[in-house]
């Protein structure tokens, strides 16, 4: 979404926007507001950066700071006067005549040097306006010109914009405006950024602000006709600089980020009754007891691969969006199956031992059935390619692209601590993650959509056929299920306003049939959600790296009906459980609840979200939903994973003497 938004935008744009300093805005930042007015604002939430989406922080970013390509290439990372009524601003936009020696020296001394520092903190307060504005231009050039030896890391930049300047901002946006908490990250994103450039003006007097003035009447009314006017004000202020000016630029691609919010809040609104009407019996108040059994309907994201790939997605409502969108979120900060690890070890080569496996399974509180267990690793290489019966496995973390096998299925041996693994995929393909997102679009019902992601978690999968009597019928799979013909319910993510999967896409409870089935095709993978191995099942018999893993696995030969246990982990997961082997990364970091988890402290989670605590212990779908609704409410994103941070992010005890 964001490169849509952003196509257009230039670097002679950004130099401009950053130039543009609004009358009085520095003020209103500083001001609280007049009694009666705003009065009521948004509680901020616990995590101010998780409030908004990943599309939006990018958005802002480029607006604010012109991006690191921008800053290194153009700022080089020195002092500017960027023109107009501007004062020498350093770093992420850090504009010195518009902030109090206070505030330089709380967000500034301990990032600089301190003779860079003092050098800087003469400036503060110097701005380019009248009176004498003409003497103050050469005055600043010469400021320039006598600090251009003074340099600011990107590094330091962006950090000091996250940690200081973003959530300041984001406090002001919500003691402003009403509601907030009802809207979408995308659209509380846009705002954001309007309050980045104008300040939070929303109940200045001037004729300038009267659109700002309407935009925090239309969030006080708080309903669905209010929110769908705030666009057409955040358009109507083009007046102010012109149609063809970088602000009005601006304000449409902010007017454009505020509906695509509007339009996945009605999607999850419109899909919220469906949920509810096909597995009913799980929103029942009080219910005792995860959903364990199998439901009796079909499964969700069963469709014919190969006419889905022949044509699917080709008429989507939104035309800008192609198959080329397709990728994976390239932060891992607001991908939900890594947002929650520790990232030290991203892109590293490991080792994985049995001992790491036994830790993973005490960390999580998982109890795998007999052996071999099924090893899912999402986003992992093998350093050394395809490997069986082995003592351990040397493995590269990576993440995966919808595209190509780049994950690792295998099986591991607790009593003979041996492993086999295969090169494979835990993704759906590019294909289905359009589709799903064209179908959403064409307003297609929950119970009809195809694409999904299967969260990480401990799963139970039954040999059985897939696709049974249907075009593509496979036997001797591995099916997400608990019988041989079942469909297990599950909280999977679907991604609905773009195609990148992220933290603010919905998590549903779905029976979605995500087996472990060959991947079919000559290139690539056929998945809509499926794990999958390269080969196929032709002319009765199994082929490929899908044969060799049926056998390591057991089921060749097995009958219908015999299960096995499959983690579903990140390859960071493996890689920092052998950190914690080599002793560089504590238990604690390893320490989850997540689908499958087991015990008392399940039960201690259940209780504190509400729910009554399942006879055994067991974290299922119900919980999952129900964590993920509580993440949203109190971070404004969503990952359906429960850590000891979380305990404290959400104010839970749950790891409490841990």
């Not at 509601?179 to 004729?207: I, K």
């Not at 892109?347 to 090893?375: H, R």
């Not at 039960?603 to 949203?632: H, M, N, S, V, Y």
Request: charged letters at 25%.
């Amino acid at each position: 979404m964001v490169e849509r938004l952003l196509r257009g935008v230039r670097d002679a744009d950004i130099a401009e926007s950053l130039s543009y300093r609004e009358p009085g805005a520095a003020a209103l930042a500083d001001q609280p507001a007049p009694d009666g007015v705003g009065t009521e604002a948004t509680p901020v939430p616990a995590d101010p950066r998780a409030s908004i989406s990943q599309a939006g922080y990018d958005f802002v970013v480029r607006w604010e700071t012109g991006g690191k390509a921008y800053y290194e290439s153009v700022i080089r990372g020195r002092p500017v006067w960027p023109g107009y009524s501007s004062g020498i601003t350093i770093g992420c936009g850090f504009d010195l005549g518009y902030h109090t020696p206070a505030e330089f020296s709380q967000q500034w001394q301990s990032r600089l040097p301190a003779t860079e520092f003092q050098r800087l903190a003469q400036t503060i307060g110097f701005k380019t306006v009248a009176p004498n504005r003409d003497a103050k231009v050469v005055k600043a050039r010469q400021l320039v010109a006598s600090l251009s030896d003074i340099t600011v890391s990107w590094a330091v930049a962006i950090e000091q914009f996250d940690k200081a300047k973003l959530p300041r901002l984001i406090r002001q946006l919500f003691s402003a405006l009403d509601n907030l908490d009802r809207l979408h990250p995308h659209s509380r994103s846009a705002l954001l950024s309007l309050v980045f450039n104008r300040g939070p003006a929303f109940t200045a007097s001037d004729d300038r602000y009267r659109e700002m003035r309407a935009i925090a009447k239309l969030m006080r009314q708080g309903d669905a006709v209010s929110f769908r006017r705030i666009p057409v004000e955040l358009r109507a202020m083009k007046r102010i600089w012109g149609e063809q000016s970088s602000l009005a630029e601006r304000r449409e691609g902010e007017a454009q980020l505020f509906l695509a919010g509007l339009e996945e809040q009605r999607l999850l609104e419109s899909l919220t009754a469906p949920v509810e009407t096909e597995a009913a019996e799980m929103e029942l108040p009080g219910r005792a007891g995860e959903l364990l059994d199998d439901l009796a309907i079909e499964q969700s994201d069963d469709a014919d691969e190969a006419l889905l790939l022949e044509g699917a997605g080709e008429a989507g409502l939104e035309a800008a969006v192609t198959i080329g969108a397709v990728r994976w979120n390239p932060d891992d900060r607001d991908q939900p199956d890594y947002a929650h690890l520790d990232l030290a070890a991203a892109g590293s080569a490991f080792t994985v031992m049995g001992e790491d496996i036994d830790a993973l399974i005490e960390a999580n509180a998982f109890k795998p059935l007999q052996e071999p267990i099924v090893l899912a690793i999402r986003g992992a290489a093998l350093a050394s390619g395809d490997r069986e019966n082995v003592a351990s496995l040397d493995l590269i973390d990576q993440r995966p692209d919808h595209r190509e096998f780049r994950c690792v299925i295998g099986v591991f041996h607790p009593s003979t601590r041996r492993f086999s693994a295969y090169r494979a995929s835990t993704v759906p393909n590019a294909q289905y993650v359009l589709n799903c997102f064209d179908q959403a679009r064409a307003g297609t019902p929950l119970s009809g959509l195809t694409g999904n992601i299967l969260p990480t978690g401990c799963y139970t999968f039954t040999v059985g056929t897939h696709k049974k009597n249907k075009p593509g019928e496979i036997p001797g799979v591995l099916r997400l299920s608990t019988t041989a013909t079942g469909a297990s319910a599950v909280v999977v993510q679907r991604s609905l306003s773009d195609v990148v999967y992220d933290r603010s896409d919905v998590f549903v409870v779905a029976t979605p049939g995500d087996n472990i089935h060959p991947g079919i095709l000559n290139v690539g993978f056929s998945s809509a959600g499926c794990l999958t191995l390269p080969g196929r099942f032709t002319g009765g018999q199994h082929v490929g790296v899908w044969q060799r893993f049926r056998k390591a696995a057991g089921i060749d030969g097995a009958p219908d009906g015999e299960q096995r246990s499959a983690l579903l982990l990140t390859g960071l997961d493996f890689a920092n459980a052998a950190r914690l082997r080599a002793g560089s990364l504590g238990k604690p970091s390893l320490r989850r609840l997540r689908h499958g988890s087991q015990g008392e402290r399940v039960k201690a989670l259940q209780r504190a979200l509400g729910l009554q605590p399942d006879a055994r212990g067991i974290f299922g779908p119900l919980t999952r939903k129900a964590l993920c609704e509580r993440q949203a409410e109190v971070l404004g994103g969503a990952d359906g994973i429960y850590s000891p941070e979380m305990d404290a992010r959400l104010g839970f005890t749950v790891y409490a003497g841990a």
